[in-house]
């Protein structure tokens, strides 16, 4: 099967039914992106795919027919770029383990809603785990890379 | 800080340190330095001033052997290491260093004492010292009960500053000019004329003369990098998915495996039928490993496919197979012969007539990070090497040479980053087993990766413990509480049986955050149990307190109110610690204290513990609707000595509330036929972000000795909550997680 990751292409052999997070991790070397449950209840292995996000151990990679984009993509969007900056700013990570997902997760929420309230926020953001609770630091963040993109 | 503290003793560069006393262990022996383990695999040109500073022609290396889960203590350790070597931490390297008996943890020991943290006396202080030699002696490079800060805030200063001062003595030796007249700056030593000897030039110089012996560490105002807002060093790596953590670990050649253990924990492996699993695609092997299967593919989720599909026949679980059974023992726990301790018993409460009697239940925990547990291994001939996230380097070294065959000294232990812990890995059962599985494939190295319900099927919880309480208030006051706790013992089956330590005595984690508060009940006495063994159970953030604070701070609560006292009023009456009053006073003046009860439908509770010698007091406000409860704000004050990086130390405070309150709110493990019923996060719920409330966090700076934060906001965080629904809405919660008797929004 072919598979695009960060625009390069690949193709790989593989099951019908091996979920992209192991593609992505165990065949193609993608490790930043994140195995923390598998039945989507934490969020750590969210990708992109065309510009929406994706836990990618709920699809199956034969299943994929766009783009898949991880953190580390070479062109990453505004939103993605003001979201790293914003928690780098505010020094959101601990163990950082569950932080990729949580970052493309927040950029596929601004692309879509670009000056989300509260409620917006945490409603989208609910989908991730953080063990470690650094959630009022996502939060602050969130708002931050939202208000320097809106207001630049 | 005294005189001794400030002048490093020649011995210190290999590691020793000064120890009283130490009657039954062997002066002799921990009396004798330790080998300074960076002297080892040294390059001609590469110096290493001490344990904790390796120069080549690269650049500075500083060594961080306390593990980082997620705490930043890389960056911490760097920074009091910078802050005397005149280095730029962006500029430097951090490794962990090798395993080694010289990286043992002074503070560790210091709390396994039975006297309160804010006993200062000269009794108490002498038998941590002490104790010092134990821990010594065993060598113990360990990372835990958030000692980090304190067991390296001199260590490691010192280290730098003896690291700068023999750079300046091996400049001064080259150039000729005397060190008085040498300064240093980022990286380099200074001449008079302005020109720079950078450390990497020097280091050649300096690994062949005398370490400097005595140093004087810098004065606070003299300070660049304590108390200042910095950068941790692993932000930029985990804001942009270039962190890589044990699970990331890749070689050539590597083979991925999983395992399939006995649910019920440490029971046996009956027989097995891999004809399925050994047919599946990318299946290399699937083998027996004791109490279990292991499975070696091509794919991490091949191998858990092949781990499925293997039949397997379990022996019985050696402990209860239900819950009720766990709890019927803990009932019937509290018997004279099962008292394990009374390290409390001031006035006399036998000759009172009590009431206000209560019963209060701790569930088992999982820690549950989220990087599900892992280990590479790679067994060579006559070498083996591990790269693993772990908190217990030395015991991981000396498991796998039992396992391999091998002398430790050819066990390489390469500590990698942490994706979280919270106490999982200071369990090297998953090294053991990584151990085991790459004895099949010698000569490849071999990733284990433990399935998120692998993981939690395996994990070694926080136990299950029950209280039962009486009081008695009379003048609007609180006149006595006796408090009796049953739990098995955390000591007994970590340090005990999985680590081979007989350490004996009562076990503190059965009552620490009950017995140690710094309340002056006139009629006041706590008493442990010691419940036989049940299903293995370990240290979860803030160990005992997670639950005595929860047990303490709820039943205080509930004699102040039937005394018809304020929370806050009567907590600092009975006060006796100024640190912890501080605090109180603090949380009380941060949230505009007035009462619990703030309008209909609204209320607040207030707790304070004192774990790891930090007061730490939380109020917690909430709001009781048609939906249920929510968490509206929590304030904390929180005391530590000195707060060495501001913004990490809020961070660590916040996460702790977090992590008190999501488990209060939502988590328990229970049994079921011997094996536990949550194996992910479904069935293991936690709180989510949208349930996150805003958090203020007051560090203080007024405690007499300078403490760790890892574990201190965490044991206030559930009485606070419980004491605030109790406010809004009548209800009093004696057992956690709350979520079974309220519902949260």
Sequence with gaps: MKLVVNGKAHEVDVEDDMPLLWVLRDELGHREVKYGCGIAQCGACTVEIDGEAVKSCQVWAADVEGEVKTITAPDPSEALTALQEAWIAHQVAQCGYCQSGQIMLAASLLSETPAPSDDEIDEAMNANLCRCGTYPRIRAAIKDAALKLGGA | ?????????????????????????????????????????????????????????????????????????????????????????????????????????????????????????????????????PMKFMGMQITGGSTTVPDSWEKLRIAGAVARETLKKAASEISGINTTALKTENGAVILPDGSKMRYEELAAKAAEIEPVGRVKLREPDEWRYIGKKMQRIDIVAKSTGQQDYGIDMHAEGMLFATVKLNPGQGGALNGFDASAAEAMRGVEKVFEIPGGVGVIADNTWRAFKAAEAVECDWGDAPYPAEQAQHWQVLSESFVSDRQDSRQRDDGDVEALDLDHAVEYRGPYLSHAPLEPINATVLVQEGRVDVWTGTQVPRFAQAHVAEVTGLPEE?????????GGSFGHRLEDDVVIRAAQVAMQAKGRPVKLTYSREEDMAHDFLRPIAMMRAKGAVGDGQVKALDMSIAAPSTVASQMGERQGLALPGP???????????????????????????????????????????????????ELIHAAGADPLEERLRLCIDPTARNVLEAVGEMSGWSGGAIGEGRGRGLAMTVSFGVPCAEVVEVSAGEDGIKIEKVWVAVDVGRVVDPVNFEGLVKGGVVFGLGHAMFAEMTFAGGAVEQRNFDSYPYMRLGQCPEIEVRGLETGPKIRGVGEPPVPPAAPALGNAIFAATGKRLREMPFAKQVDFV
């Design chain 2, 1 to 133: 800080m005294g005189k001794a503290g400030r002048i490093a003793r020649r011995t210190f560069l290999i590691g020793t340190a000064s120890v009283l006393g130490g009657v039954a262990f062997g002066y002799y022996m921990y009396k004798r330095p330790m080998t300074n383990p960076l002297l080892a695999d040294l390059e001609p040109g590469e110096a290493a001033l001490t344990p904790y500073v390796l120069i080549n022609a690269e650049g500075v290396t500083l060594i961080t052997p306390r593990a980082d889960k997620g705490q930043g203590v890389y960056h911490v350790q760097a920074a009091l290491i910078a802050e005397e070597l005149d280095v730029d931490l962006a500029a430097v390297k951090t490794d962990p260093g090798p395993p080694s008996a010289a990286y043992y943890n002074t503070a560790l020991s210091a709390e396994a004492v039975p006297f309160a943290s804010y006993d200062q006396g000269f009794v108490a202080e002498t038998m941590r010292n002490v104790m010092d030699a």
């Design chain 2, 410 to 418: 050819n066990v390489h232990i390469h500590v990698l980053m942490m």
């Design chain 2, 507 to 557: 076990d503190p984690s059965i009552v620490n955050g009950a017995w140690d508060q710094p309340f002056a009940i006139p009629d006041y006495r706590v008493t442990g149990y010691r419940a036989p063994k049940l299903a293995p159970v370990s240290s979860w953030r803030s160990v005992g307190a997670s639950i005595n604070g929860f047990f303490h701070e709820s039943y205080l609560d």
